[in-house]
């Protein structure tokens, strides 16, 4: 693939991860318009609820009231995501990945930067579980997908140097058709 397809699909990557970070925002908007005079609304009862929550932390609350940090890691993150989309020859798996994990880490950014805190919302109750949100589902199903890439390429690539190794072990024939 050429460097200007390369761009090309860049450039759609960072659109497709604009939509989401849209997506993101408006859900944010809502769960404070709606969820926050309410606290919370039940969707399957013992199961999941829309709560909203402010979170200055991470996942879990991981590096709670370490703003300035948190911002940073991230932004250094995506400026590496970034290269990853505009630089590389990405598979479409590859890309659909590093795709949600830009636009969930943005979003994320964005209320970072303008508010300090992280809205989130999704609460299961069924099981001791974090609160959490639309761009962190991305951010979560993008690594998720960059973990089964690499497990199928690892599992492909040594599947195909097992084969090279079997056939160079193959007795060849002589110019006269015999071992």
């Not at 969930?104 to 930067?113: A, P, Q, V, W």
């Not at 299961?124 to 639309?134: G, K, T």
Request: glycine fraction near 8%.
């Amino acid at each position: 693939m050429n460097k200007g397809v390369t761009m090309i699909f860049g450039v759609l990557s960072v659109l497709a991860a604009a939509v989401l970070v849209g997506v993101d925002q408006l859900i944010k908007r809502w769960a404070t318009v709606v969820l926050l005079p309410k606290t919370a609304m039940t969707l399957i009862p013992g199961v999941l609820e829309l709560r909203y929550f402010l979170n200055d932390g991470m996942a879990f609350s991981m590096l709670a009231g370490k703003q300035k940090l948190l911002i940073a890691a991230t932004s250094l993150m995506l400026l590496g995501v970034l290269w990853m989309l505009f630089a590389r020859k990405l598979t479409p798996l590859e890309r659909v990945a590093w795709t949600l994990v830009l636009g969930g880490g943005i979003g994320n950014l964005i209320d970072r930067i303008a508010t300090g805190v992280v809205v989130d919302y999704i609460n299961v109750l069924f099981m001791n579980f974090a609160i959490f949100n639309f761009a962190d589902i991305c951010v979560c199903v993008g690594v998720g997908l960059l973990m089964v890439w690499v497990l199928f390429d690892s599992y492909f690539k040594e599947k195909a140097e097992k084969s090279v190794k079997t056939e160079s072990a193959a007795p060849t024939d002589d110019a006269n058709g015999k071992n």
